[in-house]
């Protein structure tokens, strides 16, 4: 079912600088697949079983299809030029465009897509007079939209003092190193998204033995004891599909000083309902700090849909 979209605005562009508000000379007048996205679901059936068992079930690709038309108050010359203003979005067909979806209430939501058909520039003899009317089908790899900027949730040495390992506190009125310092905190990052991310977790040293964790799923990151981020360095570990790794602030991957026991594979960010109104409890850790150590989560806000 297609989506009411009076109270909506739409935007397309490209990383090229291009973008085409679809408000005019280009309007959106139908739109269809920004709502949720259908499962494909993988199951199986034993000899004597009623029914079925699910495996698992996995997002499948998104295709969003869009009703346009252009209107060129100078009559039907000017409208090539309109059409020309998409066809420069789109001619880079092997990278990602992105659509902007507005809502009602401000949120603005992303989606990563690439051309699939249409723009045919099909031309009925009925159109009004410096109208136009065409179909659009865009491609979505990745599924979810999301929202921009990247959310960001920060882990350091307490402002003001450093403490020992022996728990030696002396308050200071500025920062002032007296002895290895430590990270050692738990921290709430408030997830509003739908969807679960697979953050990027940066360790800057200097540091040894860093730790952090997610205390609602119990997935973690852990180097194994005596790993030492030199200061001026830093280590990032990557959880995003496809990546699952560690490197380095010069591109050396670090990935086996990892304990056996982290979790690399599936160390995520979590919605709700496993993580109640979108509340994860993030603890972080790390011996022999300094004044510029830091650990950092970035993460997207992803949603189911629009």
Known sequence: MALDISQMTFTLSNNYGDSEALSGPIY??????????????????????HGQTLNISLLSPRTITMRLGYYASTGDASLGGIRERLHWIFNMVNEPAFLDCARPDGAVRRFDCYYRDGLTGKRAATDPYGHQYEVLQLVCDNPLPYEWPLGLLEFAPAAG???SGAGLHVPLEVPVLLGPAAISETKVLQYQGSWEDYPIVRFEGPMASPYIENLITHEKLQFQEGTTINEGDWWEVDCRYGYKYV????????????TEDTDLATFHIAPHPIAPAGQNSIRAAALACGPSSKITVQYITYWFGI
């Open 247 to 258: 490197v380095d602030s010069v591109g050396t991957i670090q990935t086996q000083y990892l």
């Open 161 to 163: 003092y450093y403490y």
């Open 28 to 49: 959106v007048s139908q739109i269809d697949g920004i709502g949720l996205v259908s499962p494909r679901r993988h199951v199986e059936r034993g000899p004597q079983q």
